[in-house]
Nanobody
Framework: VQLQAFGGGLVQAGGSLRLSCTAN????????MGWFRQAPGKERDFVAA????????YYTDSVKGRFTISRDTAKNMVYLQMNNLKPEDTAVYYC?????????????????WGQGTLVTVSS
């Protein structure tokens, strides 16, 4: 499975961005997906995840109420809607697929990774 994330950019604090992730295989639509981010000099951290069914969703505390993960099975896409962005959200954002339906919040549980898209939030 090859994943591609896009939609990053430069935005002012309080603004919004929507990240998208697509895969080159239809089976991707059955798998749990996660969004992770890595700021300069820091480890890759969990942001949000969605189960293969799309029913279960998980968020790290710092983005709850601001970010929403969703998926469109028909389009083979996963999205991360990011509202009320803050400078501390600045990072490279990666989408990842577990290869199974159950989502987790642990990066090592995800087998397939996209190349990342940069989000920069100015104050």
């Amino acid at each position: 499975v090859q994943l591609q994330a896009f939609g990053g950019g430069l935005v002012q604090a309080g603004g919004s961005l929507r990240l998208s992730c697509t895969a080159n295989e239809r089976t991707f639509s059955n798998y749990a997906m996660g969004w992770f981010r890595q700021a300069p000099g820091k480890e890759r951290d969990f942001v949000a995840a969605i189960s293969g069914s799309g029913i279960s969703k998980y968020y790290t505390d710092s983005v709850k109420g601001r970010f929403t993960i969703s998926r469109d099975t028909a389009k083979n896409m996963v999205y991360l809607q990011m509202n009320n962005l803050k400078p501390e959200d600045t990072a490279v954002y990666y989408c990842a697929s577990r290869g199974v339906r159950l989502a987790t919040m642990v990066p090592v549980d995800y087998a397939y990774w996209g190349q990342g898209t940069l989000v920069t939030v100015s104050s």
